[in-house]
C-alpha cells in the first residue's frame, strides 16, 4: 500500500550529539577522504550494546560504488544521537583491491554480496546480543538486502527493512544501449566484458537473470516489515516506481506526497532530512516529531 507518513520519532538520545550534515557535500567529500575500515561517524561500536528504547541494532547498507563510511554521514550519527547501535557494511569491493579502491564497493554479484552481509549481521548480532536487527538499505543496497533476506536465510534475523530508492523490477538507465546491444546480438558478450569489473551494474538492469530469480521469489520475505521510500526525481532507477511493490507487509512512500518541495535525487535520498525524519518514525513509531520540509538544494541529484 502507499501512504502518507506524518511522524517521526525523538528517541533516547547519547549524550554527546554528532553533527549530522544533511549535504550531499558531506557525502562528496568523504568519498575522497574515506579510509579502511571505512567506519562512519556514530557507528560501527563493536562494543555498542543496544538499549531499552532501541534493542535492535540498525544495519546500513549502502549502494554500488560506495562504502560504509561515505553513504552515510547523514544517517549513521543521526541514529547515533538517537541512541542507536549503528553499523555499516562495506561489502562488494573486487577481489584484490587495495587502498583507496578497497572502498568502492557494490561491484561483485548481488548474490556474492548477499553472503558478505549475512556474515556482516551475524557479527552484529554477536557483537551486540540482539536476536534480530533492523535494515537501512540504499539504491543497490536494497537488491543486496533482498537477496540476504530471500535467498541466504536473512528472514531470521531481520525485523524491518527501510529501503531508500529500491531497484524491485530493475533500473532501465540503460535501456537503449541495452536494445541496441541485443539488436545486434552482443548484449551477452557486452556483460561478459562488464562481469570483472562491475557484475552488479548487470545484476541491476530490468530483465537481468538477478531481477528475474527475485521477482520470482516474491521480493519480500513474510515475516519481515519493509517500508520503500522512492522519489519521482530519481535519474537513476528508471523509472522510479521500479521501487513500488504492494504487499501487506509493506509501505511505500513517495517523498514528494510529504513534501513536494523536496526534489531530492537518487543520490539525495542519502542525506535528507525528510527522509531522515521517515526513517526514525519507522524504526521507533511510537513517539512524534514534526517532519521538515524544504526544498532541495542540488534537485534530481
Known amino acids: 500500500m502507499t501512504v502518507v507518513l506524518i511522524s517521526v520519532v525523538a528517541g533516547r538520545a547519547n549524550a554527546d550529539p554528532l553533527p549530522v550534515p544533511y549535504s550531499l557535500t558531506a557525502l562528496a567529500a568523504s568519498a575522497v577522504t574515506a579510509t579502511a575500515p571505512f567506519d562512519p561517524p556514530g557507528g560501527n561500536d563493536w562494543h555498542c550494546v543496544p538499549n531499552a528504547a ?3 541494532p540498525v544495519v546500513l547498507v549502502h549502494g554500488v560504488g560506495g562504502n560504509g563510511e561515505d553513504s552515510w554521514q547523514s544517517y549513521s550519527p543521526m541514529l547515533y544521537n538517537e541512541g542507536y547501535c549503528v553499523f555499516a557494511i562495506t561489502y562488494g569491493a573486487l577481489p584484490g583491491a ?3 579502491l578497497s572502498g568502492v564497493g557494490g561491484l561483485v554479484p548481488i548474490a556474492e554480496s548477499g553472503v558478505q552481509l549475512r556474515e556482516f549481521v551475524d557479527r552484529v548480532r554477536a557483537a551486540t546480543g540482539a536476536a534480530r536487527v533492523d535494515m537501512v538499505a540504499w539504491s543497490e543496497g536494497t537488491l ?3 537477496d540476504y533476506i530471500q535467498f541466504q536465510g536473512g528472514s531470521e534475523a531481520v525485523e524491518q527493512v527501510i529501503n531508500l530508492a529500491p531497484i524491485w523490477q530493475g533500473t532501465q538507465i540503460a535501456q537503449p544501449l541495452v536494445s541496441a546491444l541485443e539488436a545486434t546480438g552482443t548484449y551477452d558478450a557486452t556483460a561478459a566484458a562488464l562481469a570483472p569489473v562491475c557484475a552488479s551494474c548487470v ?3 530490468t ?4 531481477i528475474t530469480r527475485l521477482q520470482a521469489s516474491g521480493v519480500y520475505a513474510d515475516r519481515v516489515r519493509y517500508t520503500d521510500i522512492v522519489t519521482t526525481a530519481d535519474r537513476e532507477v528508471i523509472p522510479y516506481t521500479s521501487g513500488v511493490r504492494d504487499a501487506p507487509n ?3 512512500i513517495v517523498l514528494q506526497d510529504i513534501c513536494p518541495i523536496d526534489l531530492s535525487g537518487h543520490n539525495g535520498l542519502s542525506e535528507d532530512r525528510t527522509v531522515g525524519a521517515l526513517i526514525l518514525n519507522t524504526l ?6 514534526p517532519i521538515p520540509c ?4 542540488l534537485p534530481y541529484v
Open 54 to 56: 532501541h534493542p535492535r
Open 98 to 100: 587495495q587502498g583507496p
Open 144 to 146: 543486496v538486502g533482498a
Open 203 to 205: 545484476d541491476m538492469l
Open 207 to 210: 530483465g537481468s537473470a538477478f
Open 250 to 252: 509493506a509501505t511505500t
Open 284 to 289: 521507533a513509531p511510537e513517539t512524534i516529531t
Open 294 to 297: 524544504q526544498p532541495t538544494t
